[in-house]
């Protein structure tokens, strides 16, 4: 049995984390290629886990080993005609309004018996292994869960994603639940004999063996958890999950908009539970508690002086420090550092405090509703009550009082102290009986030396000084200066910034969604219609725009809204018709910024999803198709793929345009484009504009396609035309297949 429980453990964690990346790549494009929609998938992941653990531990409580087997067999078979997990087209939202409660619906329709089942798996058969080996420790196997969904995690984007498609995912998924419930189901015939034989042995030598004993020591009182002990089992993972996600936002949308950068704290968040799981000696109390001190002040004094770089108040001779802000290679790691840190403190506080294993159920239990409670406050809360990530700096704070909290504990101030007489004693039992080795006896902190009230003063002192530093830093990135409005939802943060010449004049407004660039005005009455950024004249869909242009108005559609720049393009009689998800963008292209309401061009504004509109639509006939939505960190892949520019090409005339801004620091998405346009044998040309002036002019890149060759020979983009080469090898995208990872630059 101990064999069928490691492996039914193991590959249970291991589609608990598999499910996850392949729902999210299915739904990614149908609400906007967003990074909130990974967060709402991992709440519901979470609540869904809480959801498992309490019937975990209600199961465990109230029925015997045998009983709880078979009921969960027959729950596993009743889940199993539920399958497959691939949500239908009838799910794809109509529009961009509620999208949390569409994903959360979503989810729990497709993937929620099965998922809540799998969640079941590790605290169930945990116990079910300490009512069959009483006195080995379950709480291993908790470890060994953890490696199963690491294997899922890192397995996915670099093994399952580049070979086989979406669909067939969820079919192998579905397979692969299929066995695991085989696997269960002779766990489940292994418990019965385990029960017959105890019966049997009872009943010949005439002694009674407790039947719901979960150590041989049984009949030793079980420990009754403290309320500080329940409480830093769901405080401290609810820290860690809250700095999961917060640290995924930050570097996703703020730092580096580098796709799947998300893989990297969640693989660093499952690694600290499985250190701390494993063996309590990996885990030091002093060395990871004073590694997170200093990672957060390091984290802080990267926050002082991107404040003084701000306000122009920095000294030269620390410039170099400026230099070294804005590398993303340090700020990743300084951020990926402290929160692998904290999350080791706050899991290695946790396993210090486990219960015994008659108990271990509802234990899993509170640290599972901790991690709910973390992502509640991440994906729901926040926000729509803050403006900012204000998560992040909330965390880094606790993050910095509870390492601090547990340093001084362990050196001598014994800020966790309790009572360690009364529980070595529990923990011992009666000298006659064999102890409980499913948990060992937690020491307190071990001081460095005998503190005298001197020194214990000054440390004191010097930690609210270093906690003055801490929240002055968090307080300080709070400033917005130069900013004029700030607005947060689902998709994102979206933030107006006032730009000034060095007189101090006031010269225009730029939008910015979290680090990107979504388009900038000029301010004064004579230039506010002029193009500008990625969109001027000299640019690749300027140029498109020119040769367009002959006797008879224009009808364009734009993917992508912005500020609505390309509408400065328009005149009289033209038709302009803007696809965009964000109901928040839409709002702010209309107020504060001008291009739409001034444009003397008819100007139209489609909110949803850009291809589940132009599916439902009548073939629209534009003259310029252009796809403006790939410079941020989720890239919409479901726009570049055969069958979206099969919809395309029915929207587009036959001596039309599409043009497709592939500006990206993070993806090469060059071949991508080119592969497509030789599939669909289109006349290509690529213009790249290496000019750049203050937020007027930007540096740009345009994939131009055209079915008709004598589009593109208009003597502005004849000298652009070019034959791709050496895109042969690379296979085209479709919605079942693509892989970001191919196309991923160096940082």
Known sequence: MAFTSAISIFLGAFLLFLVQPILGKMILPWFGGTPAVWTTCMLFFQVLLLGGYSYAALLTRFFKPARQAAIHLMLLVAAISLLPITPTAAWKPPDGEYPVARILLMLCACVGMPYFLLSATSPLLQSWFAHAFPGRSPYRLYTLSNVGSLGALLIYPFVIEPAITTSQQGWLWSIAFGLFAIGCGVLTLQL????????????????????????????????????????????????????????????????????????????????????CFDRDQWYSRRWFSIGAIIAILIAC?????????????????????????????????????????????????????????????????????????????????????????????????????????????????????????????????????????????????????????????????????????????????????????????????????????????????????????????????????????????????????????????????????GVGTLAAYGQPGDHFLFYEINPLDIQLANMPFTFLSHSPATIDVVSGDARLSLEREAPQNFDILVLDAFSGDSIPVHLLTREAMELYLRHLKPDGIIAVHVSNRYVDLLPVVSQLGNAFQLHQANVTQNEFLNLEISVSDWMLLAPNAATLRHPELNQYVFAPKGVEAFPVWTDDYNNLFQILRPL
């Not at 102290?417 to 070595?424: F, V, W, Y």
């Not at 400033?479 to 607005?487: R, Y």
């Open 192 to 275: 019965w004999r385990i029960r017959s034989s105890v019966q049997d042995h009872d009943a010949t030598t005439q002694v009674a063996i407790p039947t719901n004993a979960n150590s041989v020591a049984s009949s030793i009182p079980a420990e009754m958890p403290s309320w500080r002990d329940r409480s830093i089992w769901l405080l401290l993972p609810a820290l860690a999950s809250m700095m999961l996600l917060a640290v995924t936002n930050h570097l996703c949308q703020d730092v580096a908009v580098v796709p799947f950068l998300w893989i990297v704290p969640l693989s660093l968040y499952l690694v600290s539970l499985i250190i």
């Open 301 to 561: 004094d990267l926050s002082f002086v991107s404040y003084l770089a701000k306000s122009n108040s920095m000294a030269t001779s620390s410039r170099l420090w400026v230099m070294l802000r804005f590398d993303i290679r340090l700020i990743i790691g300084v951020y990926l550092s402290l929160f692998f840190l904290i999350c080791m403190v706050c899991h290695g506080e946790v396993v210090r405090r486990r219960p015994v294993a008659k108990r271990l159920t509802e234990f899993y239990l509170t640290i599972s509703a901790g991690g709910a409670l973390g992502g509640f406050i991440v994906a729901v809360i926040c926000p729509y009550w803050f403006t900012s990530f204000v998560e992040l700096k909330v965390g880094l704070l606790l993050g910095f009082l509870v390492s601090m909290v547990v340093f001084l504990s362990d050196i001598g101030f014994r800020v966790f102290h309790r009572n360690a007489n009364t529980r070595d004693a529990i923990n011992a039992g009666p000298k006659s009986e064999k102890q409980d080795r499913t948990r060992p006896p937690v020491t307190e902190g071990r001081p460095i030396s005998s503190l005298s009230n001197f020194m214990r003063m000054i440390i004191g002192v010097l930690a609210f000084i270093l906690l003055i530093v801490v929240a002055g830093a968090q307080w300080l990135s709070l400033d917005e200066s130069g900013t004029s409005l700030k607005v947060r939802n689902f998709y994102g943060t979206l933030t107006i910034r006032e730009w000034f010449d060095e007189e101090g004049s006031m010269q225009g407004l730029a939008l910015y969604h979290g680090a990107i660039l979504h388009g900038y005005q000029l301010i004064d009455v004579q230039k506010e219609l002029q193009p500008t950024t990625y969109y001027t004249e000299k640019s690749g869909v300027g140029l498109a725009m020119k040769a367009s242009r002959r006797e008879n108005p224009l009808k364009v559609g734009v993917v992508g809204l």
